[in-house]
Nanobody, 122 residues
Framework: QVQLVESGGGLVQAGGSLRLSCAAS????????MGWFRQAPGKEREFVAI???????YYADSVKGRFTISRDNTKNTVYLQMNNLKPEDTAVYYC????????????????WGQGTQVTVSS
């Protein structure tokens, strides 16, 4: 069982930056694929970024070049550095984990955090 707790969300002006953190419980964190997803009001949950146990990363086109996912296995934490934020980045951001699935489909991830709100004002 893995428990995930996100933090770091908030209100920021367009062009600003935020860093989200996701702290995970469990001794096998380093073996999990970790992902970030987001959900805006009235929209489906969408893929943002993922990182494998070997630190291979993959990004949605909408955030490529602006967001960076990373992980610190000594702290059981995954991060999402978000730069040059845009109003369309406004959403609840969720951390997800899975022991085997490396992909963009939210339905495939076994574990989810409660989410953290990111609001970007214009």
């Amino acid at each position: 069982q893995v428990q995930l707790v996100e933090s770091g969300g908030g209100l920021v002006q367009a062009g600003g930056s935020l860093r989200l953190s996701c702290a995970a419980s469990g001794r096998t964190f380093s073996r999990y694929v970790m992902g970030w997803f987001r959900q805006a009001p009235g929209k489906e949950r969408e893929f943002v970024a993922i990182i494998s146990w070997s630190r291979t990363t993959y990004y949605a086109d909408s955030v490529k070049g602006r967001f960076t996912i990373s992980r610190d296995n000594t702290k059981n934490t995954v991060y999402l550095q978000m730069n040059n934020l845009k109003p369309e980045d406004t959403a609840v951001y969720y951390c997800a984990a899975d022991p085997t699935y490396y992909g963009v489909g939210p339905g495939e991830y076994d574990y989810w955090g409660q989410g953290t709100q990111v609001t970007v004002s214009s």
